[in-house]
């Protein structure tokens, strides 16, 4: 059975706290990702990374950073959380295929983060 | 940049059919794919077009239409668990990066 952990399910912070969010996969898979999902605007790619030490911004990457050191963990750090930071942050992973073909992304149950 | 369009919401009633587009703009496209969220659940994948034409798998349908730039998820049978939040997703380049759509909310009634 396929597998996505992340560290927290709910996690509340301060303004300026630097938080670390985690994700581990057990699935062996080459690429991974991180999602904000807010209402309306479904998800957005914040980062992924398609191998170790691996890194490429997405759509809204300002005010992260990810840092990628073993194959099976991808984490997400928000250097000095803000208030519009608080969302549900959502990580996903997938085979690499550099064809036409797309491996489906696996998501794990997300981690819904509030900055006060 | 990539932008998705697909309606917000859509109520239909157990038993019956419900088809959702999705339109996009986007470059160097690779295909288009469907993900489906219940309410306080992770997304998990339903399909995935890269080629025109339908793909049928169970109960769901998803059909891609390259020179439209349009695609569609078609439910049928329609059961109260199919009642979740449906997005679209596109990949536009390698490593399998998408951008996914605002989603639509499927209602469905009894």
């Known amino acids: 059975d396929v597998k996505v952990t992340q560290s927290s399910r709910y996690l509340v912070k301060r303004t300026g706290e630097k938080v670390f969010l985690e994700c581990v996969q057990d699935m062996d898979h080459e690429n991974m990702f991180w999602y904000r999902q807010d209402p309306g605007l479904g998800l957005r790619l914040i980062y992924f990374?398609?191998?170790?030490?691996?890194?490429e911004k997405g759509d809204i990457p300002e005010g992260y950073s990810v840092s990628r050191e073993k194959k099976e963990r991808f984490s997400l750090i928000l250097e000095s959380a803000s208030t519009n930071q608080t969302s549900m942050y959502l990580c996903?992973?997938?085979?690499?295929?550099?064809?036409?073909?797309?491996?489906?992304?696996?998501f794990g149950p997300g981690t819904r983060l509030t900055v006060t | 940049g990539q932008s998705l369009e697909q309606p917000s919401e859509v109520t239909a009633v157990e038993g019956a059919i419900v088809q959702i587009n999705c339109t996009y703009q986007?470059?160097?496209?690779?295909?288009l794919s469907w993900y489906q969220q219940h309410d306080g659940g992770a997304p998990t994948f339903l399909s995935y077009n890269a080629l025109d034409g339908l793909e049928e798998t169970g109960r769901f349908s998803s059909f891609l239409s390259r020179s439209d730039s349009y695609g569609y998820l078609l439910l049928q049978e329609l059961q109260m668990k199919d009642s979740a939040s449906y997005f679209c997703?596109?990949?536009?380049?390698?490593?399998?990066?998408?951008?996914f759509g605002t989603g639509t909310k499927l209602q469905v009634i009894p």
């Open positions: 997703a596109v990949r536009v380049g390698g490593y399998q990066k998408v951008t």
């Open positions: 986007t470059s160097g496209f690779y295909g």
């Open positions: 996903a992973s997938s085979y690499r295929d550099r064809g036409l073909g797309s491996y489906e992304q696996y």
């Open positions: 990374s398609y191998d170790v030490k691996m890194k």
